[in-house]
């Protein structure tokens, strides 16, 4: 699997802020329904690596325990629907960049747009502290991720972090 590193250029794109029924909420990375909800979103996906659930707590506790650098708190947190998690954005500051780690959505919810609403919060809260660039890292051959990024406003950066230094 061959993945990128994008970057989008918040100053300039767009703020939308749509009226929704949904709701945002604080990440919780030790919730039992978050690793579910990280289990669904890449379940037999292109990224799906045979994670369980108790692979998802694991791997959302190490992420909350700094294994990708510094949670950023105010762009880490869930879609909620009745209070119950649909989708989540996770980002850290790694290698002294906010990247954002995970982004998920359920699958019974995906194709509904949620996902740009998930984006498009984030990059309001980031143009909110002052932030100029957002990163992330997709593999190639996920085309709805990679499709929905670029929608976004996020575009190629390099194929390595040291891309990004030269």
Request: hydrophobic share 40%.
């Amino acid at each position: 699997m061959k993945r990128i590193i994008m970057t989008c250029d918040i100053q300039h794109t767009p703020s939308s802020q749509e009226e929704t029924s949904f709701s945002f909420g604080t990440f919780t990375p030790d919730s039992l329904s978050v690793a579910k909800l990280f289990y669904s979103a890449y379940h037999e996906t292109i990224d799906d690596e045979g994670e369980s659930i108790a692979d998802w707590q694991k791997e959302l506790r190490e992420t909350a325990d700094g294994k990708y650098g510094p949670l950023i708190p105010e762009l880490s947190f869930q879609l909620l629907k009745e209070d119950h998690p649909i989708g989540a954005i996770v980002t850290s500051t790694f290698h002294e960049l906010p990247l954002l780690l995970f982004v998920v959505m359920d699958a019974a919810f995906k194709g509904y747009g949620l996902s740009k609403l998930l984006m498009s919060e984030v990059i309001r809260r980031a143009k909110a502290m002052g932030l100029t660039h957002l990163y992330l890292v997709v593999t190639v051959e996920n085309q709805p991720s990679f499709k929905l990024y670029e929608a976004c406003g996020f575009s190629f950066a390099g194929e390595s972090w040291a891309d990004l230094s030269s």
